[in-house]
């Protein structure tokens, strides 16, 4: 039985009838011509990886994945350079904390060189997915789930890894608008002791109900808020940054520490890797409360406030609707578009992935 | 377009070539002949309720089940008496129960009468599966999936409910042992403002990982603990329950109150409701702390201590394994078992359901 996945077995199965690609799509909805599939099981390990036509998944009714949760997915993108090559941003990051979701929900190690090899075989198949734009990518988004035809709440024996493309379109078309956030310590995105620093699927379905709430308030991501002193914890599906003149009147670019219910995004990495090299303010990794914030906005000692995700780079934030009332319009909402757009030129050249060979 | 399911439209689609019915078998592995599935979506609501050959699902590799948890289950039995009826036990709870699930997985409502009347035609059809035992069953697993094809996180606009039935074995083989609990506050089922009060996927899978650390430890179950003061929740997948005498000097059967992060188990509030009819002892819904629970087992004061479900009914709990070291064999183990017994006998008597007519 084969303890790793083997790139060097895949098996590779084409569309004898490709789709045309379409001129403008929303995000996630339209998916390319192949997928990449592997299957595990206990008995026979990991068996050969194969890329093969796009198309349904046969489940059995009882598989893990569908009644307790047992299942992890990861997102990153593939850009097309000026120079026509295809470029994966950081990719071994989001394998490396694919294999930590993995083993949170009690899914098999697998090798993550490996899989990228077999994700990298997937992309070059399907490159002429990859829009010819700077600003628009191919989404990549690999999926682990417990397949085992059992309602017993276990380990699965068995489970299929698998990795599907869409088209992203262009993150620039929503960019200049900020987002409004609904604060409200009511709902919990993550807590200490569970599950919210690994992409497992029950961090998500669970948050979808204050997100509707949210809406309902007229705001359109949530501020998910933590305990008692009402941390900041993430916003929506992002991370969150805080550009301010702190509590000591040093300029700092803040955002929470990764202490077991924050998602180490790959975003949030590179910005704190890229700030950091710029070295021109304090780039902190810390606590931040709604008391904090509320009392900089008072003092006008706010510069930004901004999400960040693999889906929407960088999400400049122009509200946030706490305590029954709107607390801030926040300044500058257009600076950290710069950013954004520095950030991830800079981050570019430090980490690129050729899929080209 | 359909808002509610309508059982008057129940399609059913007889197998060609039923399974011939195992003697014995493991806890949800061994599906019966038939499964019912209703399909939704936002554009045209329910279909019509179908009750077909037991077969796999067909769901595109996007579809939000597989990705973000958007997927709820409820679980209950169909008993055999001994006047040959089949009787489901308290199926309304469990109604109720997914409703108030469907509500916070952002999935669309239902008429929570129409969909026990095709649960009960589906359970007529499959009345042969029903053990001709006092002490095995047919369990019933509805569930309930988002299925849109797109990786937006948000309500899901297509949905699918389907019900599938499996033998239970019977619970009094490994009823009479007493169950070892491993307590470790670094490890959180459910938190206030979450969804442990709901019967989701999510809840489940994020559970997984502590229970083999358990099992690391030679314990069988986790015992949940939640916050500062170290909060008595749940054991493994059970409510839990302690029969005491409390810090006052009176007799007590205690389990934690509905707060948020406990399931309200049907089994318990059985429990809960006959213990009252007998007014015996005090029956509260309580906090209690492992600080109150040692003090008690040190003092000799504890006289049993259970957990409640579906599946296992009545368990027993023995050891507690906690900082590092057992901290107790509770007394009276086999106590629970009479209880269970009654309160089961007792529960039937006073909410039946006949499947046939």
Redesign the interface.
Known sequence: SNIFILAADLVVQLSPAPKSKPAEV????V?TDH?LTVEWSLTEGWQAPLIRP?G???????C????????L?EGLKVYRGDDGRLRLFRPTLNMKRMASSA????LPAFDQSELLECIRRLVEIEQDWVPHSNSASL?I?P?F?GTE???????PARALL?V?L?QAGSYFDTKNEAVSLWAD????RA?????GDCK??????????A??EAEDYGCQQVLWLYGDDQQITEAG?MNIFLHWINEDGEEELATPPLDGIILPGVTRQSILDITREWNEFLVSERYLTMAQLCSALRQQRVREMFGSGTAAMICPIGHIFYQGEITSRLAKELTDIQVGARTHARTQKTEVNDVSR
Chains 1, 2 share one sequence.
């Not at 807590?191 to 599950?195: H, P």
């Open positions: 929303d995000f996630g909805s998916f997928m796009f349904n998944l046969s489940l059995h009714p009882a893990s994945s569908l009644h307790y949760g047992i299942q997915f083993k949170r929900a009690c989404y988004r999926t789930i035809p059992s309602l017993g709440v276990k380990k698998y599907i869409c310590p009511k709902y919990t807590w200490k002791g569970g599950s497992m699927g029950g961090n998500y379905g669970c948050s979808l109900f997100q509707y599906t």
